[in-house]
């Protein structure tokens, strides 16, 4: 499969990266190659072969349903760009306008 | 006296007799690192000074008779990876430069309470993703053998600063090989638990199904030690296993082989791409295992040619979705946008997208974009779901060999220590060194390597050792049986 | 299902409203669905947050055993499969009251599949509607995103307390065909979830959102068309459901004649409603498709489900509200409507109107005093039912004396103040009003009095108005209290009968 830089830069905006032209030049062909690479799995025969999401095959871990204490506001907010003194600020959700 | 810093079962010896205080350690342990750090650079953070304060305390603790923990006055480096909430934490990006945690992982929470000196934190491969250290976004570190070349990674500053004698342990972790490569590059044994051995609790993930910490010293009795501290279940990481943790140190003092059934992989020891020097030391190892009364056995494996791929595609999924938190949005790195930007795309997302742009390196975008696409609709089953897949028949090509064998033998890198800039250019070469790696994390077992010798430049070469799930004492004791008839975990880089 | 088509007479073509209502409930639980923060309600902003509902980097989930619980009492009652294993996925997308850049919930292996709801037929008092269900799933809530343009600055605030709040989201099949339908089921769904304990299920609160997929089917010439499907959202009441179905049933009428666009030209869109201009609204025009990238979330193991634990969780239900609605009018031959009002008003109602109607033997009656009564008395007094003072059998009492004949319904309106007031059993309060029983000896010779002071009445219901008679109850009453004036009535009459 083949990158065109309309691909490339529509993949950007779904993982929300704002490439520079230079990248979406060079991602391209890059990807194509990786994924070129990564292909080779078709070749195997996997019909009927269970999907392996991890290692363990334990199941039921959780938890009894009990309050713990929570993080202080003050921490809470320490690493946030920007907030006031009870939220996390950010620039609000308006659509493109242009 | 020069106090030892590259054994924590030797300082141990010396700190419980009285011979040395952990004020002395600590402070050859900045000393050394002050005399190191210009040329090998392999911290991004150093505690300094306040160490010393630590150490008062555990050396007065001492003095009173109270109890202290294993690793009471030993220095430990971890992994720049890893939540520790008095030091930054940035996993050698922009993104979260100057980014503090609120809390400790939990293996650094063990670690405080076994009395370690946490001296700093590693540098590594941003995210833990490359196996050069080089797309650490704060510079790059270099292998104290060959200051021309990288120590490996994504652990190269974990292994690095072992190697360079600031510590005798630091904690790394491994994804693809991160622990186990830089171990081979740097001349360290280094080892990856079983998944689920050690709680991945503020372990800033990269790919979570294949995410591990694990130990890194010169010997596997340090390993032994360190893993020891660390290993168990923690009710905070709901993959981490509910199984006894072995006595690690009794396997480690076992030292033998004999009657153990060694497989090798004859394809991946017949690879194109292991070069010769490093095919060399893996036979002699197999010699080594031989003559200390293992039986070494060919065993096949019907689809290694598939594990670089199928983790190229497993790994950047879960990265992509991982580091989609990072948008500067509730913390780590916020770009400014400009006015145009918030016009073409609204203000959130005109930010998200640069802040991402600006706060990751190339590699990280590169395994963002791959993971995004892969995960993509329409192209999920082709790549996701068929990679899921194929990691089961690589699972069970390990589960018929270990039913044959008791542990694998063979190679960890292709190559020695390549140089620096050496491939930066082509992602594809970089994702290759991880071709004898990448099959324990899918396949979710232990695996350690083994300092084994060098190339004629003095560049340490390494072997690995696989076992089956929670074997970790199987590892330390052929380990140990190995490092009884050889001594390459004793030669030094003369830095 | 019927075809039941609307028929406008104002030259419309025929055409069938149809609904399907995506419900979220937040889950009663004391903390959250994959980290021990508080859910309480109210709290200040971002202080019911930790590393793993902050989305901290290195945080991980670990399952609330108790939501899962939740979830199956729900499946259960909601007549769903409970499958023997269960999973969580990610789905991925960006906003910022989603800090981990993805929510954890169920894609393909939901934890109840299938399964319906019957609710009261608006349109057929004493009939019941099924209505099916595709699934229900739980899932993580997202915090809450406040725009604030106060002072002149451009930010959203966002408080994460809500963030991972354990929320079930019931899908149901689109076979809802009217507004009211639509508000019937939702008012089933919260009395069945507020009966289970799963859920408070206020609108207002948050604890019960709900998004409703419209749209029509007409029937044009002999063919079938679709209208396009709107989901209207940010509802935040039944009744606001009930109006923004109508209006949106009403304009997509209205466009489809404007435009002909149908669903197979025009993708499914998001609407808000205003309450206010009682409109709905275009939210997102085309928002770009959301590729969510689903897959199996490899922080967390899938979840088996024993056969014996879906058993013991079924055992456990107990009578459901349907149930008891169905039983009181066989049982007690209450009408739908008066085994409603009782069901409606909880379990507990349903307990106290079932030993006042054993005790009293009239359970018609005492649906009649709880409608009036009851549950006035509770109102003004801003009482629970547990506070209500007067036990359901002294209750009962009460009314056994007014069916026997003993008490009218008037003097029994004032012992019942009195009990409520003064407590003890109906005697002793009978006995501290002054109110007696008159025996049949009294009332005869009160009678006879009564007809020789009144000659004209005699005369009068002997003329074929026996409504004369009412005059002297009148008189009875100030001559003894305690007459009963139907016995009098009835006594009267017979006398007058047998001059």
Known sequence: MAFSDDDIRKLARLARLELTEEEVQTLGPQLERILGFVEQL???????????TTALDV??????????????REAALANAPLADDECFLVPPVLPPTS | MTIPLDSAVHLKRLLAAGDVSAVEVARAAIDR?????PTIAGFTHSVGEPLLQQASSIDQRRAAGKSLGALAGIPVAVKDVLCSADMPTTCSSKMLRGFRPPYDATVISRLRAADALLVGKTNMDEFAMGASTENSAFGVTRNPWDTSRTPGGSSGGAAAVVAASNVPLSLGSDTGGSIRQPAAFCGVTGLKPTYGR???????????SLDQVGPLGWDVADNALLLSQIAGLDARDSTSLDAPVDDYMSAVAAADVRGMRIGVIRDQLESDGLDAETRAAVQRAIGVFRDAGAVIVDVQFKHTKYWVPTYYIIAPCEASSNLSRYDGAHYGHRSEITADEAKQMGPLVATYCKSREEGFGAEVKRRIMLGTYSLSEGYSAKYYSKALRVRRLIRGDYDEAFGQVDLLLGPVTPTAAFALGDKVDDPLQMYLCDLFTV???????????????ATAAGLPLGVQLQAPPLREAALFRAGAAFQKATDHHQQRPSL | MSDQLDDDNDGRYPHRTVIGLEVHVQLKTQSKLFCRCSTQYGAAPNTQVCPVCLGLPGALPVINEQAIDLAITTGLALNCEIPPLTKWDRKQYFYPDLPKGYQISQFDLPICADGYLDIPDPANEGSMRRIGLFRAHLEEDAGKSMHDEAAGRDFSRIDLNRCGTPLLEIVSKPEMFSAAEARAYLSELKLLLTHLGVSDCEMQEGSLRVDANVNLHITKEGQRIATPIVEVKNMNSFRAVERAIEYEAERQYQEWEDTGATIETVSKRTFGWNDATEETFVQREKEESADYRYFPDPDLLPVALPASRIEAARQELGELPAETRDRLQTQYDLKPYDADVIVNQGPQMVAFFETVAETSGDAKRTSAWIQQDILRTLKENHWELSEFPLPAETLGDLLKEIRAGRLDNSRAKIVYQHLLNHGGTVAEATAALGIEAVDDSEL??????????NPQVIEHVQGGKPQAIGALIGQAKQKNPNVNPGQLRETLLKKIEAM
């Not at chain 1, 078709?42 to 392996?52: K, S």
């Not at chain 2, 099959?439 to 010798?453: R, T």
């Open chain 3, 444 to 453: 005869d010779a009160l009678c006879d009095e009564l007809l020789a002071a």
């Open chain 2, 33 to 37: 690192m002050a005399v190191t750090e």
């Open chain 1, 59 to 72: 199941t039921n871990r959780w938890a009894a349903d009990c309050v713990q204490p929570s993080l202080s």
């Open chain 2, 198 to 208: 050690v709680s991945r609790f503020g372990l800033i993930a990269f790919a979570s």
């Open chain 1, 42 to 52: 078709a070749e195997l025969d996997t019909e009927g072969v269970e999907p392996m």
């Open chain 2, 439 to 453: 099959g324990a994390n899918l396949a979710g077992l232990p695996a350690i390597s083994l300092p084994a010798g």
